[in-house]
Every structure is written in C-alpha cells, then in structure tokens.
C-alpha cells in the first residue's frame, strides 16, 4: 500500500531552519505531484507547498514564499522541504501528500503522511 513517512521535525529557535523530508513507498513516485501542508494549534490544515514531477514548478503559499524551499529526488522517492528563517507562527504539524495532477487543497491529494512537528520558538 502507498506510504508517506515524513521525518525532520523538531525544536529551533526563530530565525533557524529545518529540513523536513518525506520518503514515499508503494507508489509511482515520478508520476505524482508532491505538496506539503501544515497544521497549526486551533486551524485547518493549509497549503504551504507543492512541486511537479520533475521538480522543475514549484509553487508557495504567500506566507512561506522567500523563506521555503520544496525539492524533490525522483531517484530516492523522496520530497523535500527547507524551511529558512522560521518564525513562531510557523510552529504546526507538517505533512506531506500526493497529487496525481497539480493541486493546491486538501480534497486535491490522493494520499497522506502521518505528520511531522516542527516547533519554531521564539
């Protein structure tokens, strides 16, 4: 059965970074868009990224943009997110999730991770 497992988050101070990564099983890796999206204390679950197959479209949310990074290794099957210069607010339940055309909500992606925490302290 398909699996997403993601790994890489933790505790950092604001202004510090994660990489969060998603290792993905029982699936066409190459074949799927790839998204991340997060959950905070008290909200719905967003958007924060997505990459197309190759990994040469990325898109962010506008909250994230400039400071994220999603990349993707078709060889590892396995997807990416570097997060730079965090900040408090970005402190949620990071998950990552599969996409068979590009999508961009939750009711999009066909498959999902588990979550990861990732808390950013200010």
């Known amino acids: 059965q398909v699996q997403l497992v993601e790994s890489g988050g933790g505790l950092v101070q604001a202004g510090g970074s994660l990489r969060l990564s998603c290792a993905a099983s029982g699936l066409s890796f190459s074949s799927y868009y790839m998204g991340w999206f997060r959950r905070a204390p008290g909200k719905e679950r967003e958007f924060v990224s997505g990459?197309?197959?190759?990994?040469?479209?990325?898109y962010y949310a506008d909250s994230v943009k400039g400071r994220f990074t999603i990349f993707r290794d078709n060889a590892k099957n396995t997807v990416y997110l570097q997060m730079d210069a965090m900040k408090p607010e970005d402190t949620a339940v990071y998950y990552c999730?599969?996409?068979?055309?590009?999508?961009?909500?939750?009711?999009?992606?066909?498959?999902w991770g588990q979550g990861t925490q990732v808390t950013a302290s200010s």
């Open positions: 999730a599969a996409s068979k055309t590009i999508a961009r909500t939750v009711g999009e992606f066909d498959y």
């Open positions: 990459i197309n197959r190759s990994g040469g479209y990325k």
